[in-house]
């Protein structure tokens, strides 16, 4: 047995020194013709196992396929690893940093594998991103590619192979593990501890939670520190904490008995919000609009302040007030009570008189509504020109309130009078004194009529011409003469026509008064 297995392995160990010179020759042909000089981006990524990865198979970010694995060859340092060509196509990822990573996963079940790549790390925002891959200089292998090192790639063991394992009875496995083991792994444990890191990520990314942890021990015994004094005031009050807890199962014993109304409020949930976005949209445009009332109010914000802050002193105030009010009051209550008598009879008084208010406000009404006050106001104006009129000379007064007198007499020239004004004498004396000296027979006839005698009367008792001391009209009393105004046709004045009867006393008079 010793000696067949000492002849395999020459046999393995010179098969093994045939395939890495021919892999030497192909790297180095390779390096000449290809080299990366043509042109695109390709990133040379060294693996410690690149089992049935071959050229062709694609490169992935984060499921999208980049590119394809130009070619698988291994290395020339010792020990031996696989270096995998990486054809980057997509010119939005050809842009791979220092702190890049690629892993060979399982493409499909049977057997085939693809790459897996980050062009970088996540990182938080504001740190400076890391350089870019760097390119391997000439003269060296794989020239003009980008470098990914081995500590940037992982390469997973394949669970198939675990399961060629189990297909041999017990002892054969655990010899094989212990006989592969103890070979693989003599004198290699540096070597082994870094094979398992890479082979398994998320030992790797569990040594960086470690560091990351390491660098903030500080921060993490302070806070234990600060949970251990939030939690001394729960650990006081574990009772009332133990009784919510208790109480808090029964609420979720409550809620899983009404399991079924629960699951329709969630499925009505959907509609609602639905329902519910047109209101709230009508809220957003309300609050919109109640922006400068909101600003308003926040100008007038000081004031209202002020108003509260001197309200007390108000209040105060107003207490003193309502206090000598009272006092006020109480002294005025008597007085007021007293005053009931006269209160029943201003009431009488007002029931009294309501009849005459009624018949007053009906007049008063009946004057607005049917323009009496513009027509008393047309008598006065109208009364008033017709006792004052006008002629070529000025204004005359074309009434004359007569009480007694000789100096009364009418006449169109300056006439002295030096008579008094009134005279106690009989009407026969004045009658008898207007024949004999001043007083014209128009004048005495007027004045017998204003005395109650009628025309006749005073035409019978006062004979003769109707002349005055100044001159006489030729046309007064003369049967269809028409009469003129004092001042001439062309005065102004209104006159009177008389009829056929006018030589008599009435059309005098008339004539008179309208200033003929």
Known sequence: ?????????KLVAGIAGCLGAAALALVVLLALSAGG???GYTVRAIFDDAGNVISGEDVKIEGVKVGSVGSVTPTATVPARAAVVLKIENPGYQDFLADASCTVRPQALIGEKFVDCRPTQLRP???PAPPPLKKIPSGQEGAGEYLLPVNNTHSPVDIDLLGDIGRLPERERLTIILNELGTGLAGRGSDLREVIKRANPALQEFDRVLAILASQRHVIAQLNTDSAKALAPLAKERAQFTNFLVQDKNVAEATAAHRGALARNLQDFPPFLKELGPYMERVGHFAEETIPVARDLKAAAPGIDRTFTQLPGFAKSSTTYFES???TAKQSGPALVAERPLLAELTKLGAAGQPTANNLSELLSSLRDTGGLERIMDFIFLGTGASNGYDALGHFLRATVVASGSC??????AVACNRKLFSHSSATATAAS?????????MARTLAVLKGATPAQAIAQYPGPTTSSGAEPSNVGTAGSTSE???GTSAGTTYYTPSAEGSEAGGLLLNYLLGN
């Not at 047995?1 to 392995?9: A, C, D, F, I, W």
């Not at 009364?408 to 020239?413: H, P, V």
């Not at 207007?434 to 128009?442: L, N």
Request: glycine share 20%; aromatic share 2%; charged share 25%.
């Open 37 to 39: 000089s043509n042109g």
């Open 325 to 327: 009010l009272g006092k």
């Open 408 to 413: 009364l007499n009418y006449d169109i020239g």
């Open 125 to 127: 925002e504001g740190t």
């Open 485 to 487: 105004p004092v001042g």
């Open 1 to 9: 047995m010793r000696k067949e297995s000492v002849g395999g392995s």
């Open 434 to 442: 207007s024949k004999s000296s001043d007083i014209s027979v128009e």
